[in-house]
């Protein structure tokens, strides 16, 4: 079977921004990646020997000058050097332990240096989708043109409605050439008002980019990301769970010297968050994340939080991101009404909202790591505001749930 990735940015951009932090801050620590699939998917029989063929072709993929050039151009918070590296990385299948049960269910562990390993999450998540949509026949029945007017209509509601809005779909995108359309016609729409018969020629919405490098390069628009839950995961080893956000949060500053400032805050929920969430740091990041619970709660939360740190809200950035569709972005922009800057990262609505197509419910996610390799391994969890999302050792997760439940001192 040909390749299905055959970009070396056909990745995430947080993928690269979260790998320069650990180069800069833990460049000896070694971790173990697990994938998880919520809906206890049945694979065929064979799956598992398809994906490691799929993944055994990721060591030709290397990046390359036109890559590079564009990440120069408008990643310019990564050094010179870090672009040298890029060069000289290559995928280790290595890393991998692919498996599949008797019954079908999938296995994959990744375990190795932390800058090594932190490539794979976007490759195999999305080879893992493409290759189930392929089983089903969603990609056999695709109709090129109907979905390319829905993706019309979805990107012309979302930007009349006034929505600020990006693609955050690779992980769980039907297939790659589905991804590709999505980002082309996103563009055109936004680059095109009067086409598209915007008022005045005019949106009130507007287009903010991409996730994927590889399309956002393709496609001459921006890419989207700065960090993700793994960076507080792996920092509670170090820090313990009442300060890895601040440690984070100082080291993710001095590391960009200020940019990238959209902090991820949820890995261990809002309470221990906010709890220390220090004016100098408020003032530093340009805003937050908000990948859990009810976004009308957290969008209280914060605003309330900025204010008793007698900053004005409506000066800050938050971006919702928490498995949304374009209904329910009008909501929470209604909902926040101007007291924030609100931004919106769609993904699964845009990438795999497809006539026919169920989308898959798969991640990688950090379960064990240590500093160095002289170190003992330890447990990495994530709790987020809703306990549904919460992965990795039971009596660990009990443990930091008893602790930070409400009424806990922090």
Not at 109 to 116: L, N, T, Y
Not at 142 to 155: C, G, H, N, Q, T
Not at 222 to 245: D, R, W
Not at 305 to 315: E, N, R
């Amino acid at each position: 079977m040909e390749p299905i990735i055959r970009h070396f940015t056909d990745n995430d951009l947080y993928t690269f921004t979260c790998q320069y932090y650990i180069l800069e801050t833990y460049p000896r620590a070694e971790v173990e990646y697990t994938f998880y699939d919520r809906n206890r998917q049945v694979y065929p029989e064979g799956f598992a020997d398809l994906l490691r063929e799929q993944l055994d072709h990721m060591k030709e993929v290397v990046i390359t000058d036109e890559e590079i050039e564009f990440m120069k151009r408008r990643c310019i918070y990564l050094p010179l050097w870090y672009f040298t590296f890029l060069r000289g990385y290559r995928f280790n299948p290595g890393e991998l332990t692919i498996s599949q049960d008797a019954e079908g269910h999938l296995s994959i562990s990744v375990r190795g240096k932390w800058f090594s390993t932190i490539m794979w999450e976007m490759p195999i998540l999305s080879c893992i989708s493409e290759l189930m949509h392929l089983h089903r026949g969603d990609i056999d029945r695709y109709d090129a043109a109907l979905e390319e007017k829905r993706a019309v209509e979805k990107s012309v509601r979302i930007f009349s409605e006034g929505l600020t809005l990006g693609d955050m779909g690779t992980r769980r995108r039907m297939s790659f050439a589905h991804h590709d359309m999505v980002v082309r016609v996103m563009k055109d729409v936004y680059d095109n008002p009067e086409k598209y018969g915007a008022p005045q020629g005019k949106w009130p919405g507007r287009f903010t980019g991409t996730s994927n490098v590889w399309l956002a390069l393709k496609h001459d628009c921006s890419p989207l990301g700065t960090m993700s839950h793994q960076l507080i995961s792996f920092e509670e080893l170090v820090s313990g769970v009442f300060e890895c956000n601040f440690a984070v949060m100082k080291k993710f500053s001095d590391v960009y010297d200020g940019d990238n400032g959209i902090y991820l805050y949820d890995c261990f929920g809002d309470e221990v968050f906010f709890s220390n969430l220090s004016k100098r740091m408020a003032m530093m990041y340009k805003g937050l994340r908000v990948d859990s619970g009810s976004e009308e709660e957290q969008t209280e939360k914060i605003i309330a939080k900025y204010i008793s740190l007698g900053i004005d809200p409506a000066t800050k950035q938050v971006c919702f991101s928490n498995g949304l569709d374009i209904d329910r972005a009008v909501e929470i922009h209604k909902y926040v009404n101007g007291r924030l800057q609100d931004s919106y990262g769609v993904g699964t609505f845009l990438t795999c909202d497809v006539v026919g197509c169920e989308p898959m419910n798969i991640v990688v996610k950090l379960t064990r790591g240590r500093i160095t390799e002289r170190r003992r391994w330890n447990d990495c969890v994530k709790l987020s505001c809703n306990l549904s999302k919460t992965l990795g050792d039971e009596s660990k997760c009990n443990y930091l749930i008893n602790l930070l439940k409400p009424g806990a001192k922090v």
